[in-house]
């Protein structure tokens, strides 16, 4: 008789369990079951090589180097010979139990060992339903990857023995059980075959997370590479050829849109002054394509004095619309631009300016106070903010944000700093449009208050006489802004021209 041991180095393992019913198992469940009692013990892997041992013997050297009380019924008998390499307890008594047809109860730090007809007897139940062990060598894959994917095949008394460095896996379980598992095992150790992609337009990162649920867990391994824009990807043949068909669908060029507008706005007249009533204006005449949508009210609280229309209109309704407008005060093309949006990317279009404000920040030192400026920004005017949804069908599905803002005054702090106070007139909406369409919206209102003055220059402006010469008015002064956008779809080869 010969023992070895690889591992000579001791781990001092501390496990703690809630202790659960002294009942053993019975039905199928039986040996696992049991197993799962509580037990503190120090466990170390253990390796053995020993021919024609007696089974007492066996037991003998099991206990001393588990630290676990092995107790064997008189009908335990018979010699043994086993080859066991770097396993833990369990897995060295669950061999030496199927190889010899015996079965076991625990209690604690107990282990009883029975033949299978007196367990049987005991619980009026078979032991494990009498199962069988399996030994596979692999070939290609990693036995801990094989052995995570086959895990769920395994029945609920069954088991499966890693062991990396020679390549082999150990199955423990029912005979239709270790059918199941070796037939998956046989498709699943298979050469792989490797594709390398050029991620051409798709984000690396989305890349990633799509190849990775496509690929064959536990057997498919992926790589990718930012710098190149490349992934390399490695499988089973039949799995790989579908990889490579979806790489096609996922690594599409993006679609474009160009997005055309005119912002018009409107003086109004002394009659118009709380704003263009959209809806009187659209019943009054029949359009062939004008479809108003809705109306949508502004946030009490914000610069605006009516309601938001939507609609959608041909380019000759859009010539009538304009005329109409003259028709409600001066009119003013403010700003007409093209501008090309990627696909779900947001484009920003700003008509207006950068205002700028000063700060002071003040610190003490010892003997002096140092005070500082900082020079900050802010867009003032007209904002408009749009992301485009392309679907299959021809349609865009446009999320619009306008935004139109001025500064009423001008604060003025006691450290001297100056603060713009701005009043900002927004909404946002979502509209759908087919390929050419133009959308129309409206409703945007500004007021500005200034003072106006005439007279003689120069003699006008002296105080107390000034005004004998010359007239001064206060003035609220209402506009409306009416935005007109088109989206039509674009691919990368084609020449626009963007005048």
Known sequence: MRIRQKNKSKKLLFFSFLVAQASLPVGTVGRDEAFAQAAVKNEEKISLDLKGVEIAELFKILSAKSGYTIIATPGVKGRVTVFLNNLSFDDVLDVVLNLQDLACERNGNVVKV???????????????????????????????????VISS????????????????????????????????????????????????????????AYLNDLITPGVGQLI???????????????????????????????????????????????????????????????????????????????????????????????NVIVKLLQEYGDT?????????????????????????????????????????ESVSFIDVGVKLGVVPTISKDGFITMKIKPEVS???ETLTTSAGSQIPIVETSETETVVKVKDGSMVMIGGLLKE???????????????????????????QNKKTELVIFLSARLISGENQLELK
């Not at 007897?121 to 596979?136: D, L, N, P, Q, S």
């Not at 799995?239 to 055309?260: H, N, Y």
């Not at 912002?263 to 029949?286: P, T």
């Not at 007279?455 to 206060?474: C, H, K, Q, V, Y």
């Open 224 to 318: 990718i590479d930012s710098r190149s824009d490349k992934a390399v990807v490695s499988d089973l043949p039949e799995r790989l050829a579908k990889i490579k068909k979806l790489m096609r669908e996922f690594d599409e060029a993006s679609r474009q849109v160009l997005i055309t507008g005119e912002i018009i706005q409107v003086a109004l007249n002394d009659k118009f002054q709380r704003g263009i009533e959209w809806e009187q204006l659209l019943s009054q005449r029949k359009w062939d394509d004008l479809d108003l949508v809705g109306k949508f009210p502004l946030s009490s609280s914000l610069s605006s004095y009516g309601k938001l229309s939507i609609g959608t209109l041909s380019r000759d309704d859009y």
């Open 114 to 148: 029975m033949t299978s007809a007196e367990y049987e007897e005991a619980f009026g139940a078979k032991y494990g339903e009498r199962k069988k062990v399996k030994t596979i060598k692999l070939s290609y894959a990693k036995p801990s990857n094989i052995a995570s």
């Open 448 to 474: 500005e208050k200034r003072d106006d003055s005439s007279g003689l220059p120069a003699i006008s402006r002296l105080p107390w006489i000034g005004s004998l010469f010359g007239t001064r008015a206060r």
């Open 406 to 408: 001025s500064v009423r």
């Open 332 to 372: 003013r093309i403010l700003s007409r631009p093209r501008i090309v949006a990627v696909n779900k990317q947001e484009a920003k279009i700003l008509v207006g300016s950068r205002e700028a404000y000063v700060t002071q920040t003040q610190s003490q030192a010892s003997s002096t106070t140092v005070t500082s």
């Open 153 to 208: 095949l395994k029945s609920e008394v069954g088991k499966i023995i890693v062991d990396e460095p020679s390549g082999t896996l150990l199955l423990i379980d029912s005979p239709p059980a270790l059918a199941v598992m070796e037939s998956a095992i046989k498709e699943l150790d298979a050469p792989l075959e490797t594709a390398v992609f050029d991620i051409n337009y798709a984000n690396a990162n989305d890349i990633k």
